[in-house]
């Protein structure tokens, strides 16, 4: 009995200790972001990542950022043209990557050419309505704030000025996603390191544009001419477009994302306002990271990976056959409808254990 029993306290004691290694009561000591050094961080558009180490390399950094708002318009689909509100001219904005423990330094710009008051909301952020009540920049005017990353996983970000300026504004395009990652990088199932060989950023705009009386889709010359009956379509609840990456075919053929047979891919997927669900067709995640959180144990072995409005969800896969595999939402309509499909292609050898067409198509005997 005893041989039995005392094993049994062990391994309680190990959990209990694993259990005991972090609170998400715990605040990092404070440090002073003047004495430490300063990263200026490039953008790049979507659905690529900027230049970042998995893990970090020494202590805490202050990781700059400059966002810059473009009001203007896009063709969205071929029938449609559309005041776009945007950070950095790309529908999702760029996203920024930092890690656990570092500050961010982001320096919002509001050019005089544009028309309208713009401002920033970091979800990964602590206080002033995630940094929204301090930027809030008119035409030709810019703010910097700096606030700590203190939770590890991916967040979003967006513009929220105000009442009905919120939706008008995350719809119209300024939503993105900063990704924080653990200083000793992600950890899979098994709380084994874990790298990736490539990472895309994906995310899911819902679009409410207004049409005319002859079921056109109506074009404005200022962005706020088409406020009020944006509004209009909002009160719907149901959306004119939905779109991967602002645009249809933003991830389709030449515009697609790639990865060779083996190689783990992070895909870090959004969605600012309506709910989404992700899905791989040909593939699935084989880990996910609900709720967006890094420092919660992954999920394994995923079909479709929800992400609800107004968050973000990193999932994970080592791909394993060659080809091109949809990336959609399973929402079916959402995908084929109205176009919230990319594509991923994928080098490499075949793998017939894993499924080989064993008859071809041919006339029933």
């Known amino acids: 009995m005893k041989a039995r029993i005392i094993p049994f306290f062990l391994v309680t004691a190990s959990i209990l200790s694993c259990n005991q290694q972090y609170s998400v009561f715990e605040d990092p000591d404070p440090l002073d972001p003047d004495k430490l050094p300063h990263v200026q961080q490039a953008m790049v558009p979507p659905p690529a990542l900027p230049e970042h180490d998995q893990v970090a390399k020494d202590g805490p950094v202050v990781v700059e950022v400059t966002l810059k708002v473009e009001e203007k318009k896009m063709k969205i689909d071929p029938n449609t043209t559309f005041w776009t509100l945007t950070f950095n001219g790309s529908v999702p904005a760029p996203i920024i990557v930092a890690h656990e423990g570092d500050y961010v330094q982001v320096t919002l710009v509001n050019p005089k050419t544009n028309r309208m008051m713009h401002n920033l909301d970091f979800h990964a952020a602590t206080g002033y309505m995630g940094g929204g009540d301090l930027t809030e920049v008119a035409p030709g005017q810019e703010a910097t704030i700096r606030f ?37 990088g992600l950890r899979d199932e098994h709380g084994k390191q874990l790298h990736y060989d490539r990472a895309y950023y994906v995310v899911e705009q819902d679009y409410y544009v207004p049409k005319d009386d002859q079921g056109n889709y109506k074009e404005y010359d200022t962005p706020a001419e088409g406020f009020a009956d944006m509004i209009q379509v909002m009160r719907t609840l149901t959306p004119t477009h939905i779109m991967l990456n602002g645009k249809a075919g933003a991830l389709m053929h030449e515009q697609a994302m790639i990865a060779d047979v083996g190689e783990k891919v992070l895909f870090i997927t959004a969605s600012c306002n309506i709910d989404a669900r992700f ?31 107004g968050s973000a969800v990193a999932a994970l896969y080592r791909f394993r056959q060659p080809g091109t595999y949809a990336f959609v939402d399973h929402d079916l309509i959402k995908a084929f409808v109205f176009n919230a499909v990319g594509q991923v292609k994928v080098g490499g050898p075949a793998n017939e254990d894993l499924m080989k067409q064993v008859s071809p198509p041919h006339p029933i005997p």
């Not at 105000?162 to 996603?177: D, F, K, R």
């Not at 791989?280 to 409005?309: C, K, M, Y």
Request: glycine share 18%.
């Open 279 to 309: 899905h791989l067709i040909g593939g699935h995640a084989d880990l996910v990271w609900n709720g967006g959180s890094f420092h919660d144990r992954p999920a394994t072995n995923q079909e479709t990976w929800g992400v609800p409005g």
């Open 148 to 184: 700590r990353v203190t939770k590890p996983g991916v967040f979003v970000y967006h513009c929220a000025p105000g009442g009905a300026m919120v939706p008008i504004h995350v719809t119209s395009g300024m939503n993105g996603v900063i990704m924080v990652l653990p200083r000793g």
